[in-house]
């Protein structure tokens, strides 16, 4: 099966699952894949839902509706990638986005190439300092950053060992999801403030999109940038 077949597949397939499990599909479902990550963008959805908790400033309400969709179409939607489209998924994370109403799914394979070569880019030292001080703003500096451009839209940034031992005890304590609330809230405002790129390259930043692999101290940042301009990098 071929790259842009396998994406069209997943795209029809996540567009199936919410119509089954929720009575509405979101508005767009764009999916980009390589060697190391399975990345699935859902454009408004739940629009009619998400729009009006949103306008009656229910957060509770908005995450719980988020979370069991997570919960719900996740597991179905990274089995189907792995047994039917033969993609050895390993991992998966999820952010979204309040100011379009975005769902970014991210799944890891299970041999990722960023961990078997490093394709550096322009700016790339740079991106990865900027990030590194950032991530000890708030916490630690993390022990290793990889990062990759995808389609020269999504740059995915991942981060090693980042986390201090109050955060392992609270994980060994079964209050992930807790860890995970107060993490995005403190972490992503960091990272939307200051984006890595500045006024460097020629293109508008759309989105910021994080999550946590904790078990291995792992976490996944995702920038979503406009179509790049003439001449910007990389």
């Known amino acids: 099966m071929s790259q842009y077949t396998t994406s069209d597949t997943i795209r029809y397939k996540t567009l199936a699952l919410f119509a089954e499990h929720f009575g509405i599909s979101p508005a767009r479902v764009h999916v980009t894949l390589d060697d190391s990550c399975v990345i699935i963008c859902a454009e408004r959805f739940l629009q009619p839902v998400v729009e009006s908790l949103i306008h009656e400033e229910s957060h509770g309400a908005l995450q719980s509706t988020r979370e069991l969709m997570v919960g719900y179409l996740l597991p179905e939607l990274c089995r189907y990638v792995r047994d039917d489209c033969q993609i050895p998924v390993e991992a998966h994370a999820y952010d979204w986005n309040d100011d379009d109403l975005s769902c970014m799914i991210f799944m890891m394979l299970s041999e990722p190439a960023f961990l ?109 940038f406009g179509s790049p301009q003439t001449n910007a990098n990389p």
């Not at 990889?146 to 060992?161: M, P």
């Not at 209050?175 to 960091?190: G, I, P, Q, Y």
């Not at 984006?195 to 291995?216: E, H, N």
């Open 116 to 224: 078997r070569e490093n394709l550096s880019y322009p700016g790339q030292n740079k991106i990865h300092r900027h990030v590194a001080s950032l991530t000890y703003d708030v916490q630690r500096f993390p022990e290793k950053i990889y990062s990759f451009w995808l389609e020269q839209r999504l740059l995915v940034i991942i981060r090693d060992g980042t986390m201090i031992e109050v955060e392992h005890a609270l994980i060994e304590d079964g209050h992930c999801e807790v860890l995970r609330r107060s993490k995005r809230r403190v972490e992503k405002a960091k990272f939307c403030e200051e984006p890595p790129l500045g006024g460097t390259a020629a293109r508008d930043l759309k989105g910021v999109y994080l999550d946590w692999f904790f078990p291995r101290d792992r976490s996944v940042l995702l920038y979503v």
